[in-house]
C-alpha cells in the first residue's frame, strides 16, 4: 500500500513537471513570436519614418520655393505701395497708335499672327507720358558679371530733379531667366526707390511667345550659329524697346547695360538739342561706338524699326544704323563725297562723347570685349 502511494506520488511529480516543461516550451515560442512580430514592426515603423522624411523633405523644399515667391511678391508690392503697375499694359488701351504700332511686328514674324494683342509686360511702371526723353537700356544675365547697378546710378544721379520729372529711364530685362528679373527688380526697387515711386524708372520684360523657339541658341550646336542668334535677338530686343518708349517722349536716347554717363551729361544733351539751327537731322549721335548714345525724335522710331526688322537676320545693329543711311541718304550711282556730305547734315556727331563703355566680359557667354570710345 504505501509502495503504491509512493510510485502515485512520483507519477504526479512527473506529470507536474512535463506540464510545466511544455508550459514553459509555449510561453517561450509565444514570446519568439511577439519578438520577431515586435522587430517587424520595428522595421516597418522605421521604414515609414524614412518614407515620411524624404517626403517631408520634398514638401519642405517645395514650400520653400512658394513663400520665396511669396516673400517676393510681398516685398515688391510694399516698396511700391500699391501704387505700381505688376501687369500687362492695359494702361495704353487709349492709345490705337501704339497698339497698332506693335501689330507690325505680325507682318515679320508669322508667328505671332495667332496671338492676341502684343506688348512687353510691365514689371515697374506708373505710365508716365508726355515728357521730353525717355532713356532706353537693354540688359541681359551675364552670369557673376554685371553692370547694370553701375550704370543706372550714373545715368540717374547725374540728372537734376526736374531734368528726372521731364524724362523716363526704361529697363528692358531682355532674358528669359526669371531669376534674373527678379533680381534686377529687386535691386532696382531697393536702390532706386524715389525714382520708381515718381514713375521715371520703369522696368519691362519680353514675353517668351515673342521670339520664335529658332532664337534660342541652345538648340544650336556651333559657335557662329549662336553667335549668330544671339546678335539677331539683340536687334530684336532693341526694336521692342523702341516701340515701347516711342509715344512716352519727344526724344528717345539709346544706351546700353555697361555704359558709364559723363557728369552733367543730361544738361549738355538737352542744351545740344535746343541750340541746333536746322532741323533736319534723322539723330543725333552722343558716343561714336556702337548703338550707345544714339538720340532719335520718337517719331521717326517706327521707320528705324521697320528698316531694322527687314535685315535683323544680316548685320548687327549699328551696321543697319549705317546702312539706312546709304538708303535713304545716297542715290545710285551718285559720287560718294557728295552723299558723304549730306549725311553729315542729318546725321549730327556731338564731341566729346557723353558716354564711356566700360563692359568687358559682354551678354554673348565667355566674350570679352575692350572697345572704348576714343572721343
Known amino acids: ?37 515586435c522587430r517587424n514592426h520595428i522595421l516597418e515603423f522605421k521604414e515609414n519614418m524614412l518614407h515620411l522624411r524624404n517626403k517631408t523633405e520634398k514638401n519642405t523644399q517645395e514650400m520653400m520655393k512658394v513663400l520665396n515667391r511669396m516673400k517676393y511678391e510681398i516685398t515688391k508690392r510694399e516698396i511700391l505701395s500699391g501704387n505700381l503697375v505688376a501687369q500687362k499694359a492695359d494702361i495704353l488701351n487709349k492709345n490705337e497708335t501704339v497698339s497698332n504700332t506693335f ?36 540688359t541681359v544675365n551675364r552670369g557673376n558679371y554685371s553692370y547694370l547697378k553701375q550704370t543706372l546710378t550714373s545715368v540717374v544721379s547725374r540728372m537734376t530733379l526736374s531734368q528726372e520729372k521731364d524724362s523716363v529711364v526704361i529697363v528692358l530685362v531682355a532674358d528669359s531667366n526669371e ?3 527678379h533680381s534686377v527688380v529687386k535691386m532696382i526697387t531697393k536702390k532706386f526707390k524715389r525714382q520708381v515711386r515718381s514713375g521715371s524708372l520703369e522696368v519691362i520684360s519680353i514675353p517668351a511667345f515673342l521670339y520664335s523657339s529658332m532664337l534660342n541658341a541652345k538648340h544650336l550646336a556651333e559657335a557662329s550659329q549662336k553667335l549668330a542668334s544671339w546678335r539677331i535677338k539683340q ?48 539723330f543725333i549721335e552722343f558716343s561714336m ?20 526688322l527687314m535685315f535683323y537676320k544680316e548685320k548687327p545693329i549699328d551696321w543697319l544704323l549705317n546702312d539706312i543711311f546709304q538708303v535713304k541718304v545716297c542715290d545710285a550711282g551718285e559720287d560718294l563725297r557728295n552723299c558723304m556730305k549730306r549725311k553729315k547734315q542729318i546725321r549730327i556727331q556731338y564731341k566729346p562723347s557723353l558716354f564711356q563703355h566700360v563692359g568687358i566680359h559682354s551678354s554673348f557667354p565667355r566674350k570679352e570685349q575692350y572697345e572704348k570710345d576714343v572721343y
Open 235 to 282: 536687334v530684336l530686343d532693341f526694336c521692342i524697346l523702341l516701340l515701347y518708349a516711342q509715344p512716352k517722349a519727344k526724344y528717345y536716347l539709346q544706351l546700353e547695360d555697361d555704359i558709364i554717363a559723363k557728369e552733367m551729361y543730361f544738361t549738355k544733351i538737352t542744351d545740344f538739342v535746343g541750340n541746333i539751327s536746322s532741323n533736319n537731322w534723322f
Open 1 to 37: 500500500m504505501r509502495t503504491k502511494q509512493v510510485n502515485l506520488l512520483i507519477t504526479l511529480v512527473a506529470v507536474a513537471l512535463f506540464s510545466f516543461s511544455c508550459f514553459s516550451i509555449y510561453r517561450i515560442t509565444q514570446t519568439n513570436n511577439q519578438l520577431i512580430n
Open 289 to 308: 561706338l556702337g548703338f550707345i548714345g544714339k538720340l532719335f525724335r520718337s517719331e521717326d522710331l517706327t521707320h528705324f524699326v521697320r528698316f531694322f
Open 103 to 138: 501689330e507690325d511686328l505680325k507682318f515679320f514674324f508669322p508667328h505671332l499672327r495667332k496671338e492676341g494683342r502684343i506688348y512687353p509686360d510691365v514689371i515697374i511702371g506708373k505710365g508716365k507720358t508726355g515728357v521730353s526723353f525717355a532713356l532706353g537700356i537693354s
Open 179 to 181: 531669376d534674373y528679373l
